[in-house]
């Protein structure tokens, strides 16, 4: 079945250092893909989001491009902030369903 | 307000109590969503409405127990729970079932089972 596995966190960065986030999936077909953010004590929001093989999904500073042949999607930044500190989650729709990673935790310090 | 309100943000309860969790949405959405949000797994869709009628529901147990009287508003009834079932529970909402790549949350509220 479709599935998404995200790395384990959590992801502890100095500012100014570059980020990766690695997200692999499993699907049948064409999904598009997502990644979504959570701040502290705050709902989960869209971030950026790709619809087809080699499409770069981007926002804020966050990059990310879909990648058939590997079935990847990692979300690169090149220089985090302490305000990036949060919780992202990488998803898949298939079939109008939305598939979750199980998020990773991102830690920035001063 | 606007966008998507939850109340309350952090419930204790026992095992035997009755509670209620309460999803607001001020965007005039027609779709509305439950999930369960546990550390380090994904997020699990538990509920789906479309203009007040379910249509999903993803084999949660029956001591969880949505109602949505309207197209605004979605409740979550919880009756003897276990501590497993704590969690942060999320509610969203999106113009159309099929738009779930558009859906807005609202911050959840943080469960403890005793």
């Known amino acids: 079945g479709n599935s998404v596995t995200q790395m384990e966190g959590p992801v502890t960065l100095s500012e100014e250092a570059f980020l990766t986030i690695n997200c692999t999936y499993t699907?049948?077909?064409?999904?598009?893909l997502f990644w979504y953010v959570q701040y502290p004590g705050e709902g989960l929001q869209l971030l950026l989001k790709?619809?087809?093989a080699d499409d770069k999904g981007s926002n804020k500073g966050f990059e990310a491009t879909y990648r058939k042949e590997t079935t990847s999607f990692h979300l690169e930044k090149g220089s985090v902030q302490v305000s990036d500190s949060a919780v992202y989650f990488c998803?898949?729709?298939?079939?109008?369903?939305?598939?979750w990673g199980a998020g990773t935790k991102l830690i920035i310090k001063p | 307000e606007t966008g998507v309100t939850q109340t309350p943000r952090h419930l204790v309860m026992g095992m035997t109590n009755k509670k209620s969790l309460k999803c607001e949405q001020h965007?005039?959405?027609?779709?509305m969503y439950w999930y369960k949000q546990s550390a380090k797994k994904p997020l699990e869709l538990m509920f789906v409405?479309?203009?007040?009628?379910?249509?999903e529901n993803n084999s949660v147990p029956s001591r969880f127990s949505p109602e949505c009287p309207n197209s605004s508003h979605l409740f979550l009834h919880l009756h003897t729970l276990q501590p497993e079932d704590s969690a942060l529970y999320l509610c969203?909402?999106?113009?159309?079932?099929?738009?779930?790549?558009?859906?807005?949350f609202g911050p959840g509220t943080r469960l403890t089972v005793l």
């Open positions: 969203a909402s999106s113009q159309d079932p099929g738009e779930r790549d558009t859906q807005y």
């Open positions: 965007l005039g959405h027609n779709a």
């Open positions: 409405y479309n203009f007040k009628e379910q249509t």
């Open positions: 699907a049948t077909g064409y999904p598009s």
């Open positions: 790709a619809t087809k």
């Open positions: 998803a898949l729709d298939s079939n109008y369903q939305l598939i």
